[in-house]
């Protein structure tokens, strides 16, 4: 057994004991006021299970041989390592999730570079959001909320999987469109980005998988980023 799942054990019992001990306290104090902090308590125990499930999924996925994947679980335990991202905060509301899953069978690829890139381009839309809001209150961005739309399906004629990542973020300017796939390329503050992200998933797109990544984006409105893979 190798030190992660054994820190994932622990990590997994440790909650079990937290919400048992949950459960003890609420029965003592079930007419008191306290519901809405062992409410949230809950909600705190559950979330950690959550992530320690992903983590579990995204240590496996490295594997030394591509092996079936079903992208669908990729891009969902992706959502829920960045939740914390998506969630509302002081300044503004959740960030929408939209989902178009088709229907994707399994594709033959390193689940754990795929993810990889999941992370790199939703945090980057995340990112983008982020500082499309600057200058709006919290009402104007509920009246027009941020959204992330992820689109899945099956080019058959092509024999491709379609991957489709995208935000109504502000944007790219024209003059950055062709720079943003370069290594070290970022427009992001000193210690914010490393300019890094699209330049590594461009790689395992397309040298590691023999797929294809681009960007369509259009400023002030939104960005997406669409993969094709082969089947
Ligand atoms: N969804 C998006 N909307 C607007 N701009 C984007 C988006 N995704 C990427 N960009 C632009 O492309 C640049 C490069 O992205 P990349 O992910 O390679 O680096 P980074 O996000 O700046 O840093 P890192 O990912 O290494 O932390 C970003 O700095 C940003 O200017
Ligand atoms: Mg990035």
Do not use: W
Request: charged share 30%; net charge neutral.
């Amino acid at each position: 057994m190798d030190l992660l799942q054994l820190y994932e054990q622990e990590f997994e019992h440790k909650s079990q004991k937290i919400q048992q001990k949950i459960e003890e306290i609420e029965l003592d104090y079930l007419k008191e006021d306290v519901p809405e902090s062992i409410q949230s308590m809950k909600e705190g125990t559950k979330r950690i299970i959550e992530i320690s499930k992903s983590m579990r999924i995204f240590s496996r996925a490295d594997t030394i041989a591509k092996v079936p994947f079903n992208i669908h679980d990729g891009l969902d335990s992706t959502l829920l390592i960045l939740k914390h991202r998506l969630k509302a905060n002081k300044k503004r509301p959740e960030i929408k999730v939209v989902k178009n899953y088709g229907y994707l069978l399994e594709i033959n690829c390193y689940p754990g570079q795929i993810n990889q890139v999941f992370i790199n381009l939703i945090s980057n839309a995340i990112d983008a959001l982020d500082e499309s809001n600057s200058g709006k209150t919290f009402t104007d961005i509920k009246a027009a909320p941020n959204q992330i739309t992820i689109t899945t399906e099956i080019d058959s004629e092509k024999q491709q999987a379609i991957i489709k990542i995208g935000d109504n973020g502000m944007g790219i300017s024209e003059e950055f469109k062709d720079k943003i796939f370069g290594h070290l390329f970022t427009t992001k503050a000193v210690g914010k980005g490393t300019g890094l992200g699209l330049s590594i998933s461009r790689k395992i797109i397309e040298e590691k998988h023999g797929g294809k990544i681009i960007c369509n984006s259009e400023l002030g409105t939104g960005t997406e980023f669409v993969i094709s893979l082969p089947l």
